[in-house]
């Protein structure tokens, strides 16, 4: 199936779904790549891939409703199964949310429901939780609270940092984490009927 991907940074999340994709295991022909921010690491992660980029920035737009409507002309124009954030750190508008509704995936990282929203690294250890994770989830108009695909976890050490924290969440929860989730979705094996997430677990 086809997807666009939504990046504002780092890229990492996008470079392990192309090496899912490039490895043969995950179905997901990645179309195009949009973000907000010119010159950022993930562009040059799709150009690598040879995946097209845009970028569409916010200034020059009168609100968010109108630069959310012409993201999702873009968007459209792919004709995506799948509309999949991966580090995108702008909030979308619910006329967004409401037109890819049932085919737009983020990952957070956090093991939610805990720690929606910012800073969820620092709020983890502030907290004390002995673990913490990433969370794949569909996207609906509340944030970081649709229904939830797949959890991975790591436990927290005493020495951790707000950074050290995100980097093993990064690499060894949400990097496989994010790939597998989106395999099973665009292998149709996860249903959401009635806002519920349902799997079909036939064999790979
Ligand atoms: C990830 O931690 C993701 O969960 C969060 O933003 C970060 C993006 O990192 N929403 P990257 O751009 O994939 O490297």
Not at 5 to 14: D, I, K, Q, W
Not at 29 to 40: D, F, H, L, S, Y
Not at 41 to 57: F, W
Not at 175 to 184: E, H, N, S
């Amino acid at each position: 199936s086809r997807a666009v991907v939504l990046v504002s940074g780092r890229g990492r999340n996008l470079q392990a779904l192309l090496a899912a994709r490039a490895a043969g295991t995950l179905p997901l022909n990645i179309t195009r790549v949009i973000t907000n921010r010119p010159g950022i690491p993930a562009l040059d992660i799709a150009a690598r891939a040879s995946v097209p980029g845009t970028v569409l920035q916010p200034k020059g737009f009168s609100s968010r409703a109108a630069f959310d409507a012409e993201l999702a002309r873009h968007v459209a124009a792919e004709n995506p199964d799948w509309v999949v954030l991966a580090g995108y750190m702008r909030i979308l508008d619910s006329a967004f949310v409401q037109q890819f509704a049932g085919r737009l995936v983020n990952i957070h990282p956090s093991l939610l429901p805990r720690h929606r929203g910012l800073d969820t690294h620092r709020r983890a250890l502030a907290a004390g939780d002995a673990r913490h994770g990433a969370t794949v989830h569909l996207v609906t108009a509340d944030l970081d609270a649709g229904p939830g695909i797949l959890q991975g976890s790591i436990a927290v050490a005493a020495q951790d940092t707000p950074t050290s924290l995100a980097d093993r969440v990064m690499h060894q929860v949400e990097t496989r984490i994010y790939p597998q989730a989106l395999g099973w979705l665009a292998s149709g094996r996860v249903d959401f009927a009635d806002g519920r997430v349902r799997m079909d677990n036939r064999p790979l």
